[in-house]
């Protein structure tokens, strides 16, 4: 596995000067235009026809029904603040100073994208060495998140009056989400223990109630994963949006094409494309086949629970697109995709409650870039309902099935006159089972998860000219799986 040192990022030169991006800053919005832009869906109880492309998504609870009484919470995991060293352009706490203009970024762009808790997840080499109140950068305005009396985030108030919560972490070889406290006394001893991810780090970071995730997934074997999460490890990333984007982690651990996106981009990222420029993340949608292949072997014995990272730095392309806003801003890549989690009613509006989901694995990706999905479910309806990330012996739930309830795009998302073509794979220990919404009948142990797909026929008014190449299948949900074990497992 490669150190995080040493592991490339994406190189401003190799994007910004590219042949298609060197010329993307063409003509900003009119006041009009940004003003039509700016708005959100209301609720999918919205209209039903044609509705124009939103930078911003609106809060979870205009977005999503409830589910058989499950509410749904949008969480982002692996994000990066000012305080990493490699965010804000590389500029982000320079000789003491802190980039103030790329937090107000960072923060803004989660409202925007209807975020209700991000773990905000910075690297060891500045933020080991902050005091740990310092992790979530209280503004004025903002209210402490307390457990037991204790702060352990920040809630901000968006716009709109909602609040967004943000609880702190740090990504290295470890990605320790909800940190509590910092894990050391000492800062250089702080350093030192988040750049391991042995049984010790994770101790360490458990003991100051963190959740132990692994990021960059891609880069990891199955062995080495499998003891970590014995060890105490909760879940990992099933998709890296920077391995997405990066030429030498596609090539060397994605077995993709290094750069091919970068050409196809050109109708959402050309001055004189006429693609929604937000859609040019479409051009790497693909399944990350290395790290869902680990994640299915992981829970073909193990509890483990499966995340999108979004590791946003805004650090990657400063040249504006023909949006205005650059190509990398926090907003447009915090709109991609999220962590969907599932509380009970009466847990709504806790977010110990949403980061309990998370660890349990009631939870799902969802690339809502496609569109948001609404009234899709997964259970196991045996001897009593198995919900998401559960595990139970396969003996308890003789003649249960599998009920798959397939999505419906919400009436209020961007969208055409043509409805999507959605479809549902159902997955068995990582291999095919069976295609489909409806009841399933299990025919044996093993670990459920289903992904639905979707071609976007709903997404042509914003595809350009030429909206033929783009209408493929994407994955647009992974959920969790559902692990019934055999006797002795």
Known sequence: MRPLSARPRLSLPTLACGALLCACGGPTSTPAEKAAADSAPA???????????????????????????????????????????????????????????????????????????????????????????????????????????????????????R???????????????????????????????????????????????????????EQRQLDSLRAQVEAGVVGVELFNLHAAFDPDLRDEFLGLERADWLGAIAPMTAPTGTAEPDL?????????????????????????????????????????????????????????FNNEVRVPAAEADDPLAWRRALAAGRAAVVFELLGTPVGWDVRVEGSRTLELGETAPWTDHPGASLQVDCPRLAAASPKGDEAPEIDAVVFKDGVEWARGCGAHPLDGPGAYRVRFDVVPHHLRPFLGDDPAPWLIAYPWIYTNPIRLRAAGR
């Open 163 to 217: 609040p967004l919560h943000w609880m702190p972490g740090i990504e290295d070889e470890l990605m320790p989400i909800g940190l509590r406290a910092h894990v050391r006394a000492d800062p250089v001893e702080n350093d030192v223990m988040y750049n391991r991810f042995d049984a010790e780090a994770i101790d360490a970071v458990e003991a100051v109630g963190a959740l132990p995730f692994i990021a960059h997934t």
């Open 280 to 336: 040019f993340m479409l051009a790497v949608l693909r399944e990350q086949t290395p790290s869902v292949g680990l994640w299915d072997a992981l829970n073909t014995e193990l509890d483990v629970v499966g995340v999108a990272g979004t590791d946003a730095h805004q650090n990657v392309l400063p040249t504006s697109l023909r949006d205005g806003e650059r190509g990398d801003s926090y907003r447009r890549m915090l709109r991609w």
């Open 43 to 161: 609720a999918d109880t919205g209209p039903s026809g044609p509705q124009p492309w939103t930078r911003a998504l609106p809060a979870s609870a205009l977005s999503f029904p409830a589910v058989r009484g499950w509410e749904t919470r949008r969480l982002i995991v692996h994000l990066h603040s000012p305080w990493s060293h490699d965010a804000c352009d590389g500029n982000g706490f320079e000789e003491g100073v802190l980039n103030e203009p790329c937090l107000q970024d960072l923060r803004a762009g989660l409202c925007d994208a209807g975020v209700d808790l991000a773990f905000v997840t910075d690297h060891p080499a500045h933020a080991a060495y902050q005091p740990y109140d310092q992790l979530w950068h209280s503004r004025d305005g903002d209210q402490p998140l307390l457990d037991g009396g204790a702060a352990i985030g920040n809630t901000i108030s968006c716009a709109d009056g």
